[in-house]
């Protein structure tokens, strides 16, 4: 088992839609939980962090289920420019990330 | 403006032929890593620095070394590529060792090996 699952997608979209990606983790002590976007054939950037109770920045939406190990992300009224590849991304020790193969996201007009 | 660099951002190489590729970070970050993307697997760490002339291997070093002699560069060194070395390359650097800082990324290195 992967130690980070993600659907591959893509996830097809029209403007507007509201969208949720999970990811799942595999390691229980797993402390720190992140959101990276990428854009093809460019470097991964950080889009937000995951909070124990929750955080949202503008219409992203993150969620953290420790009893069930996992992450969502969710995207209201996609935009065009929203498409990309989403990385979730794990920390279980303080030396290294665990990422995710990523969810791909294509909004359509 | 704070960045990482990486070059080549594009190199094609033969079997054999040992080549370095040069990271560099503005940051004054202490932890500097590589990764390989690679369709299908993600993002796998190569190896890592918590600090000048302090390495680790990542899950799949075999094939590569690195040092770190300079707080801001971490060359990533193939002293004999082989074709399944073929991949996406970036170089990301934090500041701080704990996972709760931001990773930042270079342009990445697309590299082939024939």
């Known amino acids: 088992r992967k130690e980070v699952e993600q659907d591959p997608g893509p996830f097809n979209v029209p403007e507007g839609a509201t969208v949720a990606f999970n990811c799942t983790y595999s390691?229980?002590?797993?402390?720190?939980f992140f959101w990276y976007r990428q854009d093809c054939r460019k470097e991964p950037k950080l889009l937000m962090s995951?909070?124990?109770s929750g955080n949202e920045d503008g219409r992203f939406t993150a969620q953290l289920n420790r009893a069930s190990q996992y992450i969502s992300l969710l995207i209201r009224d996609s935009k065009l420019s929203d498409s990309a590849t989403y990385l979730c991304?794990?920390?279980?020790?303080?030396?290294?990330?665990?990422f995710g193969t990523g969810t791909r996201l294509q909004v359509f007009p | 403006e704070a960045q990482v660099t990486q070059n080549p951002r594009y190199l094609i190489t033969v079997t054999g032929k040992k080549l370095t590729v040069t990271c560099s970070q503005n940051?004054?970050?202490?932890?500097m890593s590589w990764y390989r993307q690679d369709p299908g697997l993600g993002l796998r760490q190569i190896y890592y620095?918590?600090?000048?002339?302090?390495?680790d291997k990542g899950d799949v070093p075999e094939g590569y070394k690195v040092s770190r002699k300079e707080k801001r560069n971490f060359p990533l060194i193939l002293e004999s590529p082989s074709p399944n070395q073929t991949s996406l390359y970036f170089c990301?650097?934090?500041?701080?060792?704990?996972?709760?800082?931001?990773?930042?990324f270079g342009p990445g290195t697309r590299l082939t090996v024939t």
């Open positions: 390691n229980s002590a797993s402390q720190s």
């Open positions: 990301a650097s934090s500041f701080s060792t704990s996972g709760l800082y931001e990773q930042y």
């Open positions: 620095s918590m600090n000048v002339e302090v390495t």
């Open positions: 940051m004054n970050h202490e932890y």
């Open positions: 995951v909070y124990s």
């Open positions: 991304v794990v920390n279980h020790n303080t030396d290294k990330l665990i």
